[in-house]
């Protein structure tokens, strides 16, 4: 729940750093998840024609490793007093629109013997173009993406045996193609992957490091509320380790809103 007035908006929904226009036609929820940023927390936001600034709830994902270089189980910190920064400007027409988006935040960790931060930030270049009655969506993103990228698929940070927070980096995007078969029938076709880069100590383990989809459906709206849905999913992912695996799903959907 979220609350707009004039300029500002205060309370829980999707992250400024999202650009949720940019999201395609799936029967999965999300959809693109590989590629996408997917946060929706509490925040104030200050909105003017294309800018937007906000300051949101922090939270810092860590994957400790021993000295054998083997990851342990993950760690949600809450520490730490900054709020999430994040700053975020769209430019609109009838061609579609194109995103850009900024997000700084401080990793901390505090333990009686650890007291740990770190500074971070990422970009996100996003946008959709209208051809005719078809579109393509697509992101690109680069930094610290963590919590904000493939729900949390990688951690924010590492810490190290010796207490050390580092921060983890990587680059994810997706790209979709919607085409309208006639005015009721549809077909997107989506391709999302990201992939992020670990400490050397960490090239053993079994920390997870890549992944990359694509998608296809098709869906039909017999009425002006109501799509009916058919997906075909292809996923890939890779460990540190090599260790990978995939998967094959397909899946149906029926949405009627209102």
Same mark, same amino acid.
């Given at each position: /729940?979220? &609350?707009?007035? =004039?300029?500002?908006?205060?309370?829980?929904? !999707?992250?400024?750093?999202?650009? &949720? /226009?940019?999201?395609?036609?799936? /029967?999965?929820?999300?959809?693109?998840?590989?590629?996408?940023?997917?946060? #929706?927390?509490?925040?104030? #936001?200050?909105?003017?024609?294309?800018?937007?600034?906000? *300051?949101?709830?922090?939270?810092?994902?860590?994957?400790?490793?021993?000295?054998?270089?083997?990851?342990?189980?993950?760690?949600?910190?809450? @520490?730490? !007093?900054?709020? @999430?920064?994040? *700053?975020? $400007?769209?430019?609109?027409?009838?061609?579609?629109?194109?995103?850009?988006?900024?997000?700084? =935040?401080?990793? &901390?960790?505090?333990?009686?013997?650890?007291?740990?931060?770190?500074?971070?930030?990422?970009?996100?270049?996003?946008? %959709?173009?209208?051809?005719?009655?078809?579109?393509? #969506? !697509?992101?690109?993103?680069?930094?610290?993406?963590?919590?904000? &990228?493939?729900?949390?698929? /990688?951690?924010?940070?590492?810490?190290?045996?010796?207490?050390?927070?580092?921060?983890?980096?990587? $680059?994810?995007?997706?790209?979709? $193609? =919607?085409?309208?078969?006639? @005015? %009721?029938?549809?077909?997107?076709?989506?391709?999302?992957?990201?992939?992020?880069?670990?400490?050397?100590?960490?090239?053993?383990?079994?920390?997870? +490091?890549?992944?990359?989809?694509?998608?296809?459906?098709?869906? $039909?709206?017999?009425?002006?509320?109501?799509?009916?849905?058919?997906?075909? =999913?292809?996923?890939?992912?890779?460990?540190?380790?090599?260790?990978?695996?995939?998967? #094959?799903?397909?899946?149906?959907?029926? +949405?009627?809103?209102?």
């Amino acid at each position: /729940a979220y &609350v707009q007035w =004039r300029h500002w908006l205060i309370g829980q929904t !999707w992250s400024n750093f999202m650009d &949720v /226009a940019t999201l395609p036609e799936a /029967a999965d929820f999300i959809g693109t998840t590989d590629g996408t940023t997917f946060v #929706r927390q509490p925040q104030v #936001r200050w909105t003017s024609g294309g800018l937007s600034l906000s *300051a949101g709830n922090r939270e810092t994902s860590i994957l400790p490793y021993n000295t054998a270089g083997v990851a342990g189980g993950r760690i949600n910190s809450d @520490d730490g !007093w900054m709020p @999430d920064l994040t *700053a975020r $400007y769209a430019w609109k027409g009838d061609w579609g629109h194109v995103a850009v988006a900024g997000l700084l =935040r401080e990793l &901390v960790y505090e333990t009686p013997t650890i007291d740990e931060s770190k500074f971070v930030a990422s970009l996100s270049v996003s946008g %959709k173009f209208m051809i005719g009655k078809d579109d393509i #969506r !697509w992101m690109a993103l680069y930094g610290n993406l963590g919590r904000y &990228v493939g729900l949390n698929f /990688a951690t924010d940070a590492v810490l190290d045996p010796n207490g050390k927070l580092d921060g983890l980096d990587g $680059y994810a995007g997706f790209i979709a $193609y =919607r085409h309208m078969w006639t @005015d %009721k029938l549809r077909s997107t076709f989506t391709y999302a992957l990201e992939e992020y880069d670990y400490d050397s100590d960490l090239s053993n383990s079994t920390a997870l +490091k890549s992944s990359d989809s694509w998608t296809v459906n098709l869906f $039909y709206s017999p009425l002006p509320k109501l799509d009916i849905g058919a997906e075909i =999913r292809s996923a890939n992912t890779e460990r540190e380790d090599g260790a990978d695996g995939d998967l #094959r799903r397909l899946q149906f959907t029926t +949405k009627y809103s209102f």
